[in-house]
């Protein structure tokens, strides 16, 4: 008898819990079996970086309602979507309108009104709704401006303006635009991101200790971590790619003798193809007399590879030795795989008209 009561006092706890509720749901729908909503479930991911922003919402319609200040009505709680907590999660930590959230999944409010809106972020996420809303749990609130936008019938987010490292979510539901920026340090976020993915079984590989190095270098940051990752890639395999790596980021620190003691190594390890890119990279940096010293000498050791043809037609073209120049591009031509024909038809067009091809 004790439990059947029990069990009686619980179900009517929870039939008024729900019944501030009951509007939001049509006689097919139910809070206990998985049916069709009317206001259907929706995801939205955006990666900001390598921070994932995901929000879940359900997508109330219009329907020729009077939303605004009405249907939603200003100056209250509103939950931002329909049924359960409109959530958002945040992979790192985030900065919202300028003011930081730390990574995790918020229950996503908001309060709207005529000329600024607040949109709260809560530690609460798995409420039904905002009737249970607790301002305590906040954990942060940022007013932004609604704007005026095109008719959207079912309530919508997005992302929007992106950048490197921000992005703007955007509510848009009837003819109004709910905006706020989120902004990553996107730096931060992938030095902490790869001391624990270099934990992993990925520390055992050469590739994934040269790609963090190449990261550092790229981005002009933490360029001593670089140097520590160009060592730790050399130590699992020794190889022309980390040692290059090694020689680009001595050289970003400055220590320049260092940098072509590696530089020599790496061009030791190097396959001939990887010496004759080598040159185009130095040409790339207007570097052409070291460049032409880099093919002349991969042509003294593989006189008869079709790319060591195209470095000597350089070479000759600089000096204005244009008839020797395009008799090495049609030795080139002649056992160059398919895909590279056209491109060096144009190269040998332009040496027997007297044109330089390393302009």
Known sequence: MFREALRGFLLCLLMAAMSGAMSELSPAQSFVLDLPLQSQRAQISQRIGITDVTINYHRPLVNDRKVWNDLVPYGKVWRAGANINTTITFSDPVQIEGKPLDKGTYGLHMIPNADDWTIIFSKNSTSWGAFTYDEKEDALRVTVKPQPADMHNALTYDFDQLQPNSAVVE??????????????????????????????????????????????????????????????????????????????????????????????????????LQIHLY?????????????????????????????????????????????????????????????QKSYLDGLEKKLEAKQDINQ
């Not at 550092?216 to 040692?243: G, H, M, P, V, W």
């Not at 130095?282 to 050791?301: C, P, S």
């Open 171 to 272: 509510l848009e539901w009837e003819k109004i635009a709910v905006p706020f920026k989120v902004s990553v340090d996107v730096h931060d976020a992938v030095q902490a991101s790869l001391k624990k993915q270099l934990r992993n079984l990925s520390q055992y590989t050469w590739i994934s200790w040269d790609e963090a190095a190449n990261y550092f270098l790229t981005e002009k940051i933490a360029l001593d971590d670089a140097l520590t990752y160009a060592n730790k890639s050399i130590e699992n395999e020794d190889r022309y790619d980390n040692e290059d790596t090694k020689a680009k980021v001595l050289t970003a620190l400055n220590r320049k003798d260092e940098a072509a003691t590696a530089q020599k190594k790496a061009l030791d390890l190097a396959s001939p």
């Open 279 to 339: 040159g185009r990279q130095l040409q790339g940096e207007k570097r052409n007399q070291e460049a032409f010293v880099i093919f002349r000498e991969n042509a003294k050791k593989h006189p008869d590879l079709w790319f060591v043809h195209t470095g000597l037609a350089r070479v000759y073209s600089s000096e204005g030795k244009f008839d020797d120049a395009a008799k090495e591009m049609k030795l080139s031509l002649a056992v160059a795989p398919d895909s």
